[in-house]
């Protein structure tokens, strides 16, 4: 994956934190409640007042009302009070990267206009990208 767009994005996302991401990502998806798919996934999210969350993806028998790890971890943070999104991790047990499905994806872009996004694979391995190499000409809430 060509890294060198994305960046810029990570410039202000200390080692630190990155790391802290991707543990909680990683611990998230072992939480996961997937009778169906059999696809767990973990996500962690970073705001600008330093706190991450976390969230696991929840299926449910009637599919549309599963919910993705990505979104569940923001929503928790949204309810905490947060809303400047600066970085996110997302974690699977599977040699296969994770992506963002496109819900996931607009909800990210609703807190951020872009940030980096981690994507991290069974063996622990990452790939880096960003909010808008994922969604490039975005719509968010200052269209409206």
Known sequence: MDQSPTIGVFKDLEPKLRLELINQAQSAYQQAYVPYSHYPVGSAVLFSS?????GCNVENASYGLTVCAERN?????????????????????????????????QVIREFAMDCPVILINGSGLTRLTSLKKLLPDSFGPEFL
């Open 50 to 54: 330093g706190k991450i969350y976390s």
């Open 73 to 105: 971890a923001i929503f928790q943070a949204i309810a905490q009070g947060e809303r400047d999104l600066k970085g996110i991790a997302i974690a699977v047990p599977t040699e296969a990267f994770p992506s963002p499905c496109g819900a996931c994806r």
